[in-house]
C-alpha cells in the first residue's frame, strides 16, 4: 500500500485545498494519472499517482485544506484492474451484510450525511472540524470561522451554539443574531474561494504596502488602428492564423519605455532596489475564478507575431484553467486591458511586488484639436498608470506614460525603440 501525498509546488505556496477528485475509491489508476484537482492561491493544480493501482481511499474530502507533503490518498500497487478496495477499519458496512429491520434506518442517515456534504463541500476546513462538524450534526455553512481567510477549524466547531456562562439564559437569546438582517427580502451567501479571499487578501496589502500613485494621458490609436487595417490579413495568413491585434503594439512601447526609465521595471527587498535587464511582462486575465495574471517571458526579444500567440496561448490556458505556476511567476511589470469590458477610465492596482502597471481602456471617438483651427474626430484612448512612489518619482512616470504615448502614436519607431 501506497500513499499520494501532495507535491512541492512553488516556493511561496505550502498549502491548497482539494477542489475535486477525480478518481474514486476503486478505480484503478495508471501510473502518472490524474486523481485530484488542488486550487491553490494561484492555480490549480493537477495531482498525479506516481504509482499504478487501485485507488483504496481519500484521506481528505474535497473542500480540505492540504499541506505540502501531507498524504491525501492510499494506493494499492499490487492491486489489478477491476478489483474492489480493501475494507478498512471506517468503511461503512455492505448494505446487503446489514440487517434488513436496520435497512430504513441506515438509508436515511446515509441521506442525511450526503445532504449535508452537499451543503457542506464548499466549505474551507480542516479534517478535524469536517469530522466532528458531522459527529455533531452541524452544518459548516453555519459556523463562524474565526480565521481571517473563513477557513472552519475544529474549535469554531466546538465553540458553536455555546452560550457565555456568565450571562443569563434570557440575554443570550436576545443576543443571538438576527435569522433575517434584510428584512426577508431575498438574499444569497456564497463562500469566496480560496482565490478569492487570496485576491482580496493581496489587494487590501498592496494599498496598505505601498504608496500607490496614478497618472492618466491620452493616446490616438489612428495610426495603430490604420496599420492593423493595412496588415492584418496578411499578418494572419503569413503566421499560421496569429492575428494582429493591439497587445503586441503595447506591449512593445512598454517595453521601449521600460528601457528609458528602469525603475519601473524594478522592485523593492528590504532597503534595496532591485533593476531588471530583462522585460517579463505579465497581462492581466478576467477568469471566471478572478484575476491571473500570467507573463510573457523576454518580451523585448520577441516579435509582434511571436508576441500576440504568446498572448493567446495563455487567455486560453487562463480559461481552460490549464496555467502552470510557472505561467504566473517572475513578472517585472503588468499591462491590464479594462477596455474589453468597456471602462473608459479606471485606477489599476499594483501587482505586487512590481512597482508599476499600465491600464488600456476602450477606444472612442472623439473631436480633437489637430491646430488652433482644424478639428478632427479621432480614435482615442485613455491610459493610466499605477506605480510606487516609494522608489518612481512622479516625473519618471509621467515621462514613462508619455513615452508609451508617443511610441503608440508613431508606432514605426517600435521596430527601433521597441
Do not use: C
Not at 83 to 103: I, N, W
Not at 117 to 142: F, M, Q, T, W, Y
Not at 151 to 170: I, L, M, T, W, Y
Amino acid at each position: 500500500m501506497a500513499e499520494i501525498k501532495v507535491p512541492e509546488l512553488a516556493e511561496s505556496i505550502t498549502e491548497g485545498t482539494i477542489a475535486e477528485w477525480l478518481k474514486q475509491p476503486g478505480d484503478y489508476i495508471e501510473k502518472g494519472e490524474t486523481i485530484a484537482e488542488l486550487e491553490t492561491d494561484k492555480v490549480n493544480v493537477e495531482i498525479n499517482s506516481e504509482q499504478a493501482g487501485v485507488l483504496q481511499k481519500h484521506l481528505h474530502e474535497a473542500g480540505d485544506t492540504v499541506e505540502v507533503g501531507e498524504a491525501i490518498a492510499t494506493i494499492d500497487e499490487n492491486a489489478k484492474e477491476g478489483s474492489a478496495p480493501a475494507a478498512s477499519e471506517d468503511s461503512a458496512p455492505a448494505k446487503e451484510e446489514a440487517p434488513k429491520a436496520e435497512a430504513p434506518k441506515e438509508e436515511a442517515s446515509n441521506k442525511a450525511e450526503e445532504t449535508d456534504s452537499n451543503d457542506s463541500e464548499h466549505v474551507i476546513a480542516s479534517p478535524s472540524a469536517r469530522k466532528l462538524a458531522r459527529e455533531k450534526g452541524i452544518n459548516l455553512n453555519d459556523i463562524q470561522a474565526r480565521d481571517p481567510l473563513g477557513r472552519v477549524r475544529k474549535e469554531d466547531v466546538e465553540a458553536h451554539g455555546q452560550k457565555p456562562a456568565s450571562q443569563p439564559a434570557k440575554e443570550s437569546k436576545q443576543a443571538e443574531p438576527k435569522k433575517d438582517e434584510f428584512g426577508g427580502k431575498p438574499h444569497e451567501r456564497i463562500k469566496m474561494s480560496r482565490r478569492r479571499q487570496t485576491i482580496a487578501k493581496r489587494l487590501v496589502d498592496v494599498q496598505q504596502e505601498s504608496a500607490m500613485l496614478t497618472t492618466f494621458n491620452e493616446v490616438d490609436m489612428s495610426a495603430v488602428m490604420d496599420i492593423r487595417k493595412r496588415r492584418k490579413d496578411a499578418f494572419q495568413e503569413e503566421h499560421d492564423g496569429t492575428r494582429l491585434g493591439f497587445m503586441s503594439f503595447f506591449t512593445k512601447a512598454v517595453v521601449g519605455a521600460l528601457k528609458k526609465y528602469p525603475l519601473l521595471n524594478a522592485e523593492i527587498q528590504g532597503n534595496e532596489i532591485v533593476k531588471k535587464d530583462f522585460y517579463d511582462i505579465g497581462m492581466a486575465v478576467s477568469t471566471n475564478d478572478g484575476l491571473v495574471v500570467p507573463v510573457v517571458r523576454d518580451a523585448e526579444r520577441l516579435s509582434f507575431a511571436g508576441i500576440e500567440k504568446e498572448i493567446s496561448d495563455l487567455g486560453k490556458k487562463a480559461r481552460d484553467n490549464k496555467l502552470a505556476l510557472s505561467d504566473l511567476q517572475g513578472g517585472t511589470f503588468t499591462i491590464t486591458n479594462g477596455g474589453v469590458f468597456g471602462s473608459l477610465l479606471s485606477t489599476p492596482i499594483l501587482n505586487a511586488p512590481q512597482v508599476g502597471i499600465l491600464g488600456m481602456h476602450t477606444i472612442q471617438w472623439r473631436p480633437v484639436a489637430i491646430d488652433q483651427d482644424r478639428m478632427e474626430n479621432r480614435p482615442m484612448m485613455y491610459l493610466a498608470l499605477s506605480y510606487d512612489h516609494r522608489i518612481v518619482d512622479g516625473k519618471e512616470a509621467v515621462s514613462f506614460l508619455v513615452t508609451v504615448k508617443k511610441l503608440l502614436e508613431e508606432p514605426e519607431q517600435l521596430l527601433l525603440e521597441g
